[in-house]
């Protein structure tokens, strides 16, 4: 996903591997893109080999100096291959963990199981809330003009975790008619 994100965004414009960093930063793209921060330099050295992006000015700032990127047409068409197998991969994600996890539930006390589950809830709260503020400061930094394909992403991700969330209140609920 790296690729796709970094040459998507350097299609859009000219930027250096720290304009790309700090733009999937804000926009959180390692919850929601798998995308590794620290990568995104790598990703660029390996694409400019390869001949999909090219340095195309280097910027003096203070007392350092950044390389700018920009997509080359070869890069373009790659681009356009990498959009095409992310569409068609199935992205059905199924909690794997925590359904193992529950297939063995009788293997701990009512109350250490409890107890696990509302972790789990306190997590799913932990991530919507943080999926929400993420949310709040792109639609600021996008001056509430967030596009509606990115609006439906959100809104995918919001529903996501709050089927998560019910799943375990419905876990939670049966332990109690268990006992």
Sequence with gaps: MTRLLVLGMLDVQ?????????ALQMTDAERWGGVL???????????????????TSIEQTGHRQKAVYSI???????LQTLIKDALKVSSVLY?????????????????????AL??????????????KQGFKAKDAA?????????MLIMDNMFSII??????VDKALALLDTEH
Aim: glycine letters at 8%.
């Design 37 to 55: 921060i620290g990568s995104i330099y790598h990703a660029l050295k390996k694409m400019e080999q390869e001949g999909y992006v090219a340095v």
């Design 118 to 131: 509302e972790q789990q809830r306190n997590a799913l709260k932990d991530e919507y809330d943080a999926v």
């Design 14 to 22: 000219p930027m250096s591997g720290y304009d790309i960093q700090q």
């Design 95 to 115: 909690p794997s963990t925590l359904y193992s996890g529950l297939s063995f539930y009788e293997k701990l006390s009512v109350d250490e199981c409890r107890k």
């Design 162 to 167: 709050k089927q998560q969330q019910d799943f």
């Design 72 to 78: 080359t047409g070869v890069g373009r068409t790659y």
């Design 142 to 150: 996008m001056n509430h003009k967030i596009p509606p394909m990115v």
